[in-house]
């Protein structure tokens, strides 16, 4: 992603903030389910880092384990707005998660979850990794490959233009994981799947969050290309509604021992 991409990217999720909790059900489900992993005894030495921590929904339980300090920190002020209100006290830090402002072996515990499918992974990974202490852990997830296939299926029904984001395989991860000196101690692949009633409230979904930034721009479909697009997604349609599916990649890390990259 280049730095004009990161601009658009910040600038949409500035603009979700105020509404963005209301349209965020996936991402909180992620969490939650990436917290039913923290160990009991997780941040020891009480320094917590949730990178990407958007509104702040996971603050109040990453809290529980910050026995020193807890730091919330996004590119989007208006997301950290909204996470200082959720979590008064937090301290809340504007930056990339590509050039974190903090120095080396900071945070017992650093926290991303559903914000590494925005940037370049080995940067980020790498960044994590840097500020992690010799014994701390990183919790994180991301989207896999397989996320949206039902609408990036019912999009080429009308063309050959990549009209949804592509996002990392496993393999991806796990090899960028290696190369910034984590070490796998969990990597699980989960789907998930929304059900909505129409093609516009996938949409909408998408918009809502301020993921509707695709790295391509391609031209605006034509009423007509719409309907096809909608008539390809309807063949998919079950009692629960319209599916989108998301593959989310979970992982628990730590520092690799001395020697090894």
């Known amino acids: 992603m280049d730095s004009l991409e990161r601009r658009r990217v910040q600038s949409a999720f500035d603009r979700a903030a105020l509404r963005y909790d209301q349209w965020s059900e996936l991402q909180q489900r992620v969490a939650r389910d990436l917290a039913t992993t923290l160990e009991p005894g997780a941040a020891a030495g009480g320094w917590v880092l949730d ?10 339980w990453l ?47 650093v926290w991303t979850s559903l914000t590494l499918q925005w940037c370049r992974l080995a940067p980020a990974l790498g960044e994590c990794a840097r500020v992690l202490t010799p014994a701390g852990r990183l919790y994180a997830t ?19 233009h990549p009209r949804v984001r592509s996002f990392s395989a496993a393999a991806e991860v796990s090899a960028a994981l290696d190369v910034c000196g984590l070490l796998p101690l969990r990597f699980e692949t989960r789907i998930y799947t929304l ?4 093609l516009r409230a996938v949409l909408d979904d998408i918009k809502g969050i301020g993921a509707n930034v695709s790295a391509a721009r391609p031209a605006p479909l034509s009423r007509a290309a719409w309907r096809a697009v909608e008539a390809q997604y309807e063949r998919l349609r079950t009692a629960q509604g319209l599916p989108t599916s998301y593959e989310v990649l979970q992982v628990v890390a730590a520092r690799a021992p001395s020697g090894r990259s």
């Not at 990178?51 to 109040?60: E, I, Q, S």
Request: a positive charge.
């Open 51 to 60: 990178a990407g921590c958007g509104t702040g929904d996971a603050l109040p």
């Open 63 to 109: 809290a529980r384990h910050a026995q020193e300090r807890l730091v919330a920190l996004d590119f989007a002020p208006a997301m950290l707005q909204a996470a200082r209100r959720r979590q008064p006290g937090v301290a809340a830090v504007c930056a990339d998660l590509h050039a974190l402002p903090f120095c080396a072996g900071r945070f017992d515990l």
């Open 142 to 160: 991301t989207l896999g490959p397989a996320t949206l296939g039902e609408l990036r299926t019912a999009f080429a029904a009308v063309d050959t």
């Open 195 to 198: 059900y909505r009633p129409s």
